[in-house]
């Protein structure tokens, strides 16, 4: 899957002067081991301590596997660990340092960056999402002066369902609270908030101007023509 999806980022740059930046979670990598040593609640007793190295071991282990797979497929990644850049407290980001993948981006690479634990002022340590990373990222770039055409989430579903199963084709901000009774549990091990907080994302993106597109990353194609503005089963999000 990380092959196959990499292959149509790769295509979409070398065929297009498009300018992207990617985000992947850490499924069942890095999020067992946090929920494991109940890493969201902070620093409480020493044996949490082998946590937060085991948590930043494991998604660090599936961002090689994505840049890798970036590439060999010369897609020029440029790997971001926000462990190394970013400070929260009380469990928010309040300490962003970007110049590196802005310098990144601008030379054409693509920043490429995950969710992962964080040192915390307040708590010891926190949990940021690929989400909320990927929010502040896009702020910065609108705060510069740069245009963000749309932010495409690849999950494994066409979009958001509704009560019957069917996709919901279009929501707006002011849908939120009606889309979240449709919003169940996450699969598997998840402790970032799942569906709701990408769906709570993608509406604080469209206050912004940014429209997002929920896809099913798992059909081959559909990364490549939600990229391109092309029609693709999702929910689009403005």
């Not at 992962?116 to 609108?142: C, F, H, N, P, Y």
């Not at 598997?188 to 597109?213: F, K, Q, Y």
């Amino acid at each position: 899957m990380i092959e196959r999806l990499g292959g149509e980022i790769a295509h979409v740059l070398k065929e297009r002067p498009y300018r992207l930046i990617v985000g992947h979670g850490s499924g069942s990598f890095g999020h067992r081991a946090a929920a494991r040593f109940k890493l969201t609640e902070g620093l409480r007793v020493p044996l949490q301590l082998t946590g937060v190295s085991m948590t930043q071991e494991q998604a660090a282990t599936l961002h090689r596997f994505v840049i890798g797979s970036l590439s060999e497929v010369e897609a020029n990644p440029f790997s971001i660990a926000p462990s190394s850049f970013v400070v929260a407290a009380g469990g928010r980001p309040v300490s962003f340092h970007d110049e590196a993948l802005l310098l990144a981006y601008d030379r054409g690479m693509l920043p490429v960056l995950y969710g992962d634990v964080v040192m915390d002022r307040e708590q010891g340590v926190a949990i940021v999402s690929t989400e909320t990373l990927l929010t502040l990222v896009a702020k910065r770039l609108l705060a510069r002066g740069t245009v963000v055409r749309r932010a495409v989430w690849l999950g494994e579903t066409d979009g958001l369902y509704d009560a019957d199963g069917r996709t919901i084709p279009r929501l707006s901000p002011d849908d939120f609270e009606t889309a979240l009774q449709a919003v169940g549990d996450p699969s598997g091990t998840d402790v970032t908030g799942g569906m709701r907080l990408r769906l709570e994302t993608a509406c604080e993106l469209a206050r912004l101007g940014i429209p997002s597109l929920l896809v099913n990353g798992t059909k081959p194609g559909n990364l490549e023509k939600a990229v391109r503005g092309g029609p693709v089963p999702g929910t689009l999000v403005e």
